[in-house]
Structures are given as C-alpha cells and as structure tokens.
C-alpha cells in the first residue's frame, strides 16, 4: 500500500512515517519544509537514515511541495491508497499576523488535497488533523477556579468536550482549520470519498520541534532543562488534555483501519480529562522531575485562548477502539528523556 502524508516532515508526520515504514509500507512524505528553524528537515534526515534502505528501493520518497499549489498535489498523490493530510499552519498567533497565508495553507491547501485525492486517487482514505480550536472559548460552559487549575463545573461536561458541541471558532487559524474540516466531512456526502477528521487537542513527544507559540508542553520541557526563563501567559491555570504522539499514531492507525465504520465522521481526539494538566502544574513537575527551579514570568492572556478544554474521546472509543495509553506522568518523563538526549 501506498501512504502518502502531507507535511510529513512535521511532529506527527515524521512519527506516523516511522511507524508505517517500520511496518513495511511505502511512504511519500510532501512537505515544503517551511516550518521556521528549519526543524522539519532534522526529522527528515532522521527518517532517511534509518530507512536508507527505503530510499534506496523507492518505497521511502520525498517531495518538496506545497499544498496550497493544485497540479503539484494531485501528481504526488495520484494511485495513493491512503492520504494523511497534516500539513498546516498550525499557530493562532501566527494566523493573527498573518491570517492571508493562515488561509492558503489550512483552508486552500486542505480543498487542494481533497479535491485532487477525488481526481486522481478516487478509492483512497483520507484523514485531515483538524483542532479543538473550532469550538472557541466554549463561552457558555460554566468553569470554576481551583488553586492551581480551572475545571469545567457543568456536570454535562464531566467527561469533556463531545463533537457534538456546537463549533465557534474564533481566530483565522480556528476558521481556517474549520472550513477543512467541514470541507473532509462534506466530501464524503456528496461525492462519496472516504474521510475521517480528527479535532486534535495538545499533543507532545518524540520529534517535536516546539515554539513558543505552539507545541507548549515540549516548550516548557525543553526551557526549564536549559535554565531558561518561561513566559506564561494568562494565570497558568489553564487546562487542556494532552496526548503523547504514540497514542496519536495509534488512533490514526486504528480509524485507518476501520473505514467502514469511521468514514464520515468527525473524532474528538484528545488526553481525555485524565490527562488534564495545567501550565502550573506542568512547571511544577518538571521541575521536581528534573531537579531543576523552573524560571518563569506572567504576561497577558493571548486571544483566543481557552481556559479549560478537554476532549470527550467516547466516541472514538466506541467506534474504532481507541482511547488514550500513555498517562502524563509517563509521556511528561519521555518528554524530559528526549529533549536532554538532544
């Protein structure tokens, strides 16, 4: 089978290739490598040494493509059998400045591949990385403040968010991401192509090349091992679920594999509130984990900014199977291992 995954050379796109290429599967990775840092080429260097046997055979190829360019996308993934879209722009700040190209990537480049999958790869599954951002700021959901954390104190909500909350997104990066994920489900009504979205909630681990403004538990992780100083913005006592990547690939895998019963529908993918930490209570056990004193400062709340969020995974429990592995406590200390083995 042929798997194709754009922006492959990302956080979630170079692990999902590492495990399909471990299993045997040829792999083409599209990305244009234009994460900032240049970061995304240390992943694919990575994945070429390790599978030099691959890229030697051809069942291991790069391209370096955008998605927002049509006719370069649809010659890439002509014949594939399965298509990862995880290519994006996937800070909200960025979007703020710069929501043209937000736009171009996310909402442009998402109809680019599924329009060219429905041109030149008519019978293969198609699952898109969509985000819990298109539910906004959840603004009608009552919290409560607790001394290290806000909490969700609307007992509907006790097992997290469920797809069925109604979508407000509210910055360009949650619209953009939105109109894609609208775009994968309508797909399969009127023309029948098989997708799936997931609306991901913070994921972290192996090969994240995290920023200030995105990937904030390997942010966090990688500036208190440095002795350098952190910027919390807002209190710190939001909330979100995080998930560590192997459970991420596991549940790609998993929806992959069970088309019949996911085709169509949209996956709240997240911790779940078990893995619920805030941005205090992840400096704390970093630190107690580390030995080290974390080094941080309070700055303004940042738009669009959800105090407490996370994912009822119900669903995708009970149609494919799938529900978290990997405790925080376990995927934090994995985090720390990596990031000092750097």
Sequence with gaps: MLYVITGGAGFVGSNLAERLLSEGHSVRVIDDLSRPGGKVIENLEYLRQKFDSKVKSKEFEFEKKSVANFNDIKSSIKGADVIYHLAAQTAVTTSIKNPAKDFSTNAIGSFNVLEAARQ???????????????????????????????????????????EDFP??????????????????????????????????????????????????????????????????????????????????????????????????????????????????????????????????????????????YISDTGKAKKTFGWQPEISKAEGIRRQILWESSK
């Design 120 to 162: 030149a790869a008519d019978n293969a599954t198609l699952l898109y990385t969509s985000t819990n951002k298109v539910y906004g700021n959840l603004p009608n959901v009552a919290i409560s403040e607790k001394q290290t954390r806000y909490e969700f104190s609307d007992a509907r909500y006790k097992e997290g968010i469920a």
């Design 167 to 308: 979508v407000d997104p509210e910055s360009p990066y949650g619209c953009s991401k939105y109109a894609a994920d609208a775009y994968f489900v309508d797909y399969q009504r009127t023309y029948g192509s098989k997708t799936i979205v997931f609306r991901c909630s913070c994921m972290y681990g192996e090969m994240q090349k995290s920023l200030e403004d995105q990937g904030w538990v390997s942010w966090f992780v990688n500036r208190i091992l440095g002795g350098k100083k952190i910027t919390v913005f807002g209190d710190g006592k939001q909330i979100r679920d995080i998930l560590h990547i192997k459970d991420v690939v596991e549940a790609v895998m998993k929806a992959t594999d069970k088309i019949n019963s996911t085709n169509g529908h949209v996956f709240n993918i997240g911790g779940g509130k078990e893995n619920s930490i805030s941005l205090l209570e992840l400096i704390k056990f970093v630190g107690k984990e580390t030995g080290k004193k974390p080094v941080y400062e309070f700055a303004d709340w940042r738009l669009a900014d959800q105090k407490v």
